[in-house]
Nanobody, 115 residues
Framework: QVQFVESGGGLVQPGGSLRLSCAVSGSIFIRSMGWYRQAPGNQRELVAGIISGGTTNYADSVKGRFTISRDYAKNTVYLQMNSLKPEDTAVYSC??????????WGQGIQVTVSS
């Protein structure tokens, strides 16, 4: 069974920073991990992803502000978010794709950027 523990969300002022964490447990081999977000009225979108070997990709809207990283020993992925903007407000969800191709999702965590 695959379990997720997400943390680090909350309320922050514009220009501030947050660090999201997502720990995945279970007898699994993870191929890639990523963070997605969904704002009210919008479709879910990829924010950042990282695959085995360390290759990363980012949505254009967060390039230069967000950094994704992964602790392979702990099956944990992090998203460092700097220079946050109100338009970054959304529910952020962690995703893990296993070696066999199955995709799993965390429960989601709220990030609100507001003064």
């Amino acid at each position: 069974q695959v379990q997720f523990v997400e943390s680090g969300g909350g309320l922050v002022q514009p220009g501030g920073s947050l660090r999201l964490s997502c720990a995945v447990s279970g007898s699994i081999f993870i191929r890639s991990m990523g963070w997605y977000r969904q704002a009210p009225g919008n479709q879910r979108e990829l924010v950042a992803g990282i695959i085995s070997g360390g290759t990363t990709n980012y949505a254009d809207s967060v390039k230069g502000r967000f950094t994704i990283s992964r602790d392979y020993a702990k099956n944990t992925v992090y998203l460092q978010m700097n220079s946050l903007k109100p338009e970054d407000t959304a529910v952020y969800s962690c995703n893990a794709v296993l070696v066999g191709g199955h995709s799993y999702w965390g429960q989601g965590i709220q990030v609100t950027v507001s003064s």
